[in-house]
């Protein structure tokens, strides 16, 4: 009996160890991400339902500022476009198992999407700020004054990143529409969140009408994440600098009443780089 | 001519031996009576004959027919063994009722059973299907329970679920009545109405072998006595002989335990 | 926009319907290969059987759930579910179908196994084929015994149905969800409460009803 409880232990061990053998080598693999993608014909971006960015209408189609150049990238290299939801905490492992061949949603530029994701550059910019009752906001004018609040933020977000920075006392929830719920509910004083976000849910007209922000904490970058290694990356940025500078993503941002924060394009100087 | 004849049989289990080589034979109509103490090897004999345990040695005849040979077993395929379970009935100590039939039901499931799927096995070949029902009614009128055919098995008692099985195996009509300690499993005050039963049984000639404790009982009743100890047969005869003038000091000393026997 | 809420919701739950329907269609007859293995006289296939029940029984459906979708296609490079909502929807079913055979096989086989030998035996000395004791006398002795464990199980299997959103399967909870990320409207996911509610409820009084309808003998 002993026995063979120790031989299923080392079979599960054994099946850990080919698991991150097989992950490894796959992660290792480099042919054209690009011309895999044209070859199916589709490409699936990863989204969630995260207003002005990729949003459904009331007809149920997938509409917002990332979708459409989405839309627009995808017609590019020839192919159509699904957009598929996600839980945003697998997003990494979505990419990597192919059940999406982008993460294209607001995403914020961190460390760890950086390190897991092939990204292109900045195109939106974005900021982390904190809401909380909008009758308390007179009271927390800035981040110094709101060392005895409680805070909710969503695990592994940036939100999160910079409360931790800040020493603040928080508490980890699933995304960041629950933070909301933990503010309104009143089970936390605040909660840190994207910009965008906090200026598509809260005030007239949604769930949180008497939640408000007024301070930010960090600013921070928009950016689309491809698979590691991937070409798409490249030539998706290639498009976005170019729809920077032709006025292609202003006119867009426009019909979202202008929520989005376009990136300055990059100078000349520095595309050499 | 025996009826039923047992010759050497053998049975372990592992390295426990619990019969020995055990014969004996048995006459049309006569009442065997097995005594003995627990592990004796009693219940095993009875297992053996209905098959419910393959002996390791041994044959069994029926009439002229061998039934079982150990030297052949292999031989014997699922069908032949049931037919062979048919020359007998058994009665459990634990009645082993079907909980979800009636007292009439438990009676007839096998009959209609027998008589849809292989007739040609029926030892009732004579009772067209139609009148089963009829024929399973007349044996538990035998067994005076005619007025709980509608009751299910938890609305009996301990004595009354034992007379269901004692005529749920009679409905077979088979050769020999073997009863495995039938009243062990009852309160004293209801052991009666069944060994009232198995009397009239007896005296209606009814070939049967009754392992049991009740040694009154087995006295009064039985043509013939075993006494098993130890997987062998320690002493055998007619139950004057056995009860009254024992040889074996084994069996001298077995019924010593047994007080209250005149 | 209740009435929104109400066809975004029921539009969920149609799908947390299937999943429940299709987990139990495929995982009582597996349940019932299962238990058979885990009975088996051959030992190889015996242990490996139990073994297989240990690793599904001793690990959590979540995790279940994303070995089985994002396996493949980290593993081996290729996703073999196929993107969308339709290969979600199949791993779904295979995870649940895989998890919920392995606790009713378990539950078969401790129903099976408390039925006295005697039975059989019973049936044996009256010259009854083995088909013929298992129908006829088995069967409905095991049934009863595992009504109730198995009304615990397919009442858990409902609530257990919106663990799929985990990989993004778009049934009931996901629905409610959605109107909190979106539209910042936080009462549709409580509501979905409703329907769990008013779904088990129906189960328990079908299960019931079963229960008395097998009270006329007791085991």
């Known amino acids: 009996m002993k026995s063979k409880k120790l031989l299923s232990v080392i079979v599960g061990i054994m099946c850990m160890v080919l698991l991150a053998g097989a992950v490894s080598v796959y992660a290792g693999e480099a042919a054209s991400d690009l011309a895999a993608i044209q070859d199916k014909g589709v490409l699936v971006v990863g989204i969630t339902d995260f207003a002005p960015m990729d949003y459904k209408d009331e007809n149920g189609n997938w509409i917002g500022f990332d979708a459409e150049l989405a839309e627009a990238f995808a017609e590019i290299i020839g192919v159509d476009v699904e957009f598929q939801e996600i839980d945003w905490d697998n997003k990494i492992l979505e990419l990597n ?3 999406v061949d982008c993460i294209w949603n607001g995403m914020t530029l961190t460390e760890e999407v950086a390190e897991a994701m092939e990204c292109t550059g900045t195109y939106a910019l974005n ?66 969140i994207d910009k965008t976000m906090a200026d598509a849910m809260t005030g007239e007209g949604t769930s949180y009408a008497d939640l408000g922000y007024a301070v930010s904490l960090s600013s921070e970058e928009y950016v689309v994440g491809f698979r590691k290694g991937s070409d798409a990356a490249a030539a998706l940025d290639e498009k976005i600098q170019e729809w920077i500078k032709d006025g292609t993503m202003a006119e867009i941002s426009a019909k979202y009443d202008n929520a989005v924060s376009i990136a300055e394009a990059r100078d000349a100087a520095e595309e050499a780089e | 001519m025996s009826l039923l004849e047992v010759n050497n049989l053998k049975k ?17 109509g006569q009442t065997l009576s097995v005594i003995g103490p627990s592990g004796g090897g009693k219940t095993t004999i009875l297992r053996c004959l209905n098959f419910l345990e393959i002996p390791d040695e041994g ?64 030892r009732e070949k004579n009772i067209p299907p139609e009148r089963i029902e009829e024929y399973c009614l007349e044996i538990l009128d035998r067994v005076g329970l005619a007025d709980k055919k509608d009751h299910y098995p938890h609305q009996l008692s301990g004595g009354q679920k034992q007379r269901v099985a004692i005529a749920r195996a009679m409905a077979m009509n088979p050769e020999i009545l073997f009863f495995d300690e039938p009243t062990s499993a009852l309160d004293p005050e209801l052991t009666g109405e069944v060994l009232k039963v198995i009397r009239r049984l007896s005296e209606e000639k009814m070939t049967m072998i009754i392992v049991t404790h009740e040694m009154g009982f087995a006295k009064n009743v039985s043509d013939q006595i075993i006494f098993m100890d130890n997987g062998l047969i320690a002493e055998q005869g007619t139950p004057e002989e056995v009860f009254n003038h024992p040889k074996n000091p084994r069996t001298l000393e077995f019924l010593r335990g047994y007080t209250g026997l005149e | 926009m209740f009435a929104n809420v109400l066809s975004a919701l029921s539009i969920g739950f149609l799908k947390t319907l299937e999943i429940f329907g299709l987990t139990l269609v495929g995982a009582i007859p597996l349940g019932l290969l299962i238990c058979l293995g885990a009975m088996t006289r051959i030992r190889v296939v015996k242990y490996v059987i139990r073994f297989l029940v240990w690793v599904i029984r001793g690990t959590p459906l979540m995790l279940q759930l994303l070995v089985i979708y994002y396996g493949p296609g980290l593993i081996i490079g290729d996703n073999w579910w196929g993107s969308g909502e339709h290969g979600r929807f199949i791993a779904t079913i295979v995870a649940f179908i895989i998890n919920y055979a392995c606790y009713f096989s378990e539950i078969f086989r401790g129903g099976i196994q408390s039925i006295p030998v005697g039975q059989q035996e019973a049936g044996f000395v009256l010259g009854l084929t083995k088909a013929q004791i298992f129908f006829r006398i088995t069967l409905l002795q095991v049934v009863k015994r595992i009504v109730p464990p198995m009304s615990n199980e397919i009442i858990t299997l409902v609530k257990d149905t919106s663990l799929s959103r985990i990989i993004a399967l778009q049934e009931l909870i996901w629905a409610g969800q959605s109107f909190m990320k979106s539209a910042g409207i936080i009462w549709p996911l409580f509501f979905t409460g409703i329907y769990y509610l008013a779904f088990s409820g129906i189960l328990t009084v079908v299960f019931n009803r079963i229960e008395k309808k097998l009270e006329f003998f007791r085991v």
Do not use: W
């Open chain 1, 127 to 192: 900021a982390q700020v904190v809401v909380m009752k909008a009758d308390k906001l007179a009271d927390y004018a800035d981040a110094e004054s709101m060392a005895d609040l409680s805070f909710a933020v969503e695990a592994g977000s940036a939100g999160e990143a910079v409360a931790q920075e800040a020493g603040f006392e928080i508490n980890s929830v699933q995304n960041q529409a629950a933070a909301l719920m933990e503010v309104a509910a009143g089970t936390s004083d605040a909660c840190v």
């Open chain 2, 12 to 28: 372990s289990f592992g390295k426990n031996t619990v019969l020995k080589g055990v014969s004996f034979s048995l006459d049309k």
């Open chain 1, 97 to 99: 198992a192919g059940s």
């Open chain 2, 59 to 122: 044959t069994v005849k029926v009439g002229d027919e061998i039934i079982f040979d150990a030297a052949q077993t292999a031989r014997l395929s699922d069908r032949e063994i049931r037919k062979n379970r048919l020359h007998f009935g058994l009665v459990f100590q634990d009645f082993n009722l079907f909980p979800q039939y009636t007292a009439l039901g438990n009676i007839m499931l096998a009959p209609k059973l027998q008589a849809a799927s292989s007739p040609e096995m029926s």
